[in-house]
């Protein structure tokens, strides 16, 4: 079965100076500042969350994009649907049924990314006029 609806609603960014890049997500972009990472800072521009995250070279990190998230409706089927289609869970479950969280996977090519069902901050699941 499907996943029912899931939506592209994270990005992460590993940048060089976070808060001159939330600046230029501000004036270039109208993005709003919606929160702090451990290591940088949220922007959003209402649907999207955009973490704009500090480049750490001595892990072999390189500017540019880090990972992506989808927001999905049942985290567990969703895994389950990702595995079957190859990939490979990293870490990152809940500690509590109220806890926010992500889990991280990673492709088939290696690439890196997020699933939640909680949402991120500044995104939303599903856009309307309103938002």
């Known amino acids: 079965m499907i996943n029912s609806n899931p939506k592209l609603r994270h990005i992460a960014i ?37 973490a704009l995250l500090r480049v750490n070279p001595e892990k072999g990190e390189s500017i540019g994009v880090f990972h992506f998230g989808m ?5 567990d089927q969703a895994e389950e649907q990702a595995k079957s289609a190859g990939a490979t869970y990293l870490k990152g479950r809940p500690d509590s049924p109220n806890s926010f969280y992500e889990a991280k ?6 690439i890196v990314f997020d699933m939640t069902h909680k949402g991120w901050a500044g995104a939303v699941k599903e856009p309307t006029a309103t938002n």
């Not at 060089?16 to 922007?43: C, H, L, W």
């Open 14 to 50: 590993l940048v060089s100076d976070p808060e001159k890049s939330a600046t230029f997500f501000e004036s270039a972009f109208g993005m709003q500042r919606v929160g702090n990472a451990r290591r940088g800072i949220y922007v959003s521009d209402g649907v999207m969350n955009v």
């Open 71 to 75: 927001w999905v409706d049942d985290l």
């Open 105 to 110: 996977y990673q492709d088939h090519d290696g």
